[in-house]
């Protein structure tokens, strides 16, 4: 029996004491010595791993300059009268000025070269006509594009588009209402100025400058705008190619040459060239705006050949005049630009991205130019060389 208790009393102290359930407790039922604390050893551990911090007087720290902010809140910055000129010049587009410089001065050459005698070596050139007609084709090309700046922003044309030129309004740096007020101000200067250039040339010129007014409205003010009905190509032709070197050939002759339509086709076929690559490149942005165009129309595979045959034919023109027996073969130092015609051809036909674009348009640009004052210089020095030995005499005789 004693046995019995001992193994029983055994069997009760080995078991474990069950914890009695957690309890929450006030802070004033807690005596001090029931707060659980914890080892010192542990505590001093922590504190070794905590960084140590020093205090050091300011008084000898030199002074810090802060630098000028890179972005500026527009309320404080003001822009300076350099930096207006830039952007208005970036709106006016001056590298497609060229367009519209070259007809002139063809026009202008082809009017003077018929006057070239032996009595008069020199010929008859009126100077401040001349210089009159580049400013009225000037103020009508700036405003047109002033004016396509504002409509593609009311219809949503190249909002996004980077490599567009213009887009004042777009990029935010001009109100929408000053871009058209500057339009309207240079269409309305060019017009009147053209009025009073264009009366010596008769009528006719008058109607030319007209047809070019409407023009720069019609090509991109409409809803239906002349540039969504894939009539920019046609529109460029017809502009700065035959229309503005007739008018520039009128204001010095006052009347049309047989000859002059003929030698305007081919700056008009490379202005047409420029603006088909210029919509190769903004196929994008205008099919976003349910922009029609030839370049949408045809793809980049078919716009390709298009643009191909376009600048191709402008030398093919060159060599039907310069080629046969007895024409001005002189014209022919026009294929001189043969090697950025390559660039222009290579580029087109290896890049389908809108910056590979791009650059061929700025290319074909610098091409157009070099096209138009060559054909000038070759018409002009053909009709000098054979008066060069009579105008030495004639220098005299003026002297």
């Not at 914890?19 to 006030?26: A, E, G, L, R």
């Not at 580049?134 to 405003?143: D, H, K, M, P, T």
């Not at 000053?178 to 264009?198: K, M, T, W």
């Not at 610098?366 to 030995?389: D, E, M, R, W």
Request: with cysteine.
């Amino acid at each position: 029996m004693e046995d019995k208790k001992l193994d029983h009393q055994e069997e009760v102290v080995s078991r474990p004491k069950t914890t009695s359930p957690t309890k929450i407790v006030m802070a004033e039922a807690v005596q001090a010595e029931e707060v659980p604390t914890l080892p010192l050893g542990p505590v001093q551990a922590i504190s070794a791993l905590e960084p140590e911090i020093a205090v050091r007087s300011v008084a000898s720290t030199p002074v810090v300059t802060m630098p000028e902010p890179l972005v500026v809140q527009p309320s404080e910055y003001h822009r300076g009268p350099g930096e207006w000129l830039q952007i208005w010049k970036e709106g006016i587009r001056p590298a497609y000025l060229s367009l519209s410089l070259m007809p002139v001065l063809l026009g202008g050459v082809l009017a003077w070269t018929p006057t070239m005698t032996t009595a008069n070596p020199f010929g008859t050139f009126h100077l401040v006509s001349f210089i009159g007609t580049i400013l009225v084709v000037l103020l009508l090309q700036a405003g047109a594009n002033l004016l396509n700046d504002y409509y593609d922003y009311v219809h949503g044309i190249d909002t996004g588009n980077l490599l567009g030129p213009g887009g004042l309004i777009q990029q935010g740096l001009v109100k929408p209402t000053r871009v058209l007020a500057a339009s309207f101000a240079s269409l309305v200067l060019g017009a009147v100025l053209g009025l009073i250039v264009g009366w010596q040339g008769g009528p006719l010129v008058l109607f030319f400058g007209l047809i070019g007014l409407l023009c720069a409205y019609l090509y991109s003010a409409p809803k239906r705008a002349l540039s969504t009905l894939a009539l920019g190509e046609l529109i460029a032709f017809i502009i700065y190619g035959p229309l503005i070197t007739l008018g520039a050939y009128m204001v010095q002759t006052g009347s049309i040459g047989r000859n002059v339509l003929i030698y305007s086709i081919p700056l008009g076929l490379l202005a047409a060239a420029v603006i088909h690559v210029n919509n190769m490149r903004d196929l994008e942005s205008d099919a976003q705006a349910n922009k029609r165009t030839i370049a949408a129309l045809l793809g980049v595979t078919w716009g390709r050949a298009w643009f191909l045959a376009l600048v191709l034919a402008a030398y093919i023109v060159i060599l039907a005049l310069g080629i046969p027996h007895g024409a001005t073969h002189l014209i022919l130092i026009t294929f001189w630009t043969l090697p950025g015609l390559a660039v222009v051809v290579s580029g087109i036909l290896r890049t389908d991205a809108s910056p590979g674009f791009h650059l061929v348009m700025l290319e074909l640009l610098k091409l157009t130019t070099g096209f138009g004052i060559l054909l000038a210089a070759a018409l002009l020095a053909s009709a000098l060389y054979p008066l060069l030995p009579i105008i030495p005499f004639h220098l005299l005789h003026l002297a």
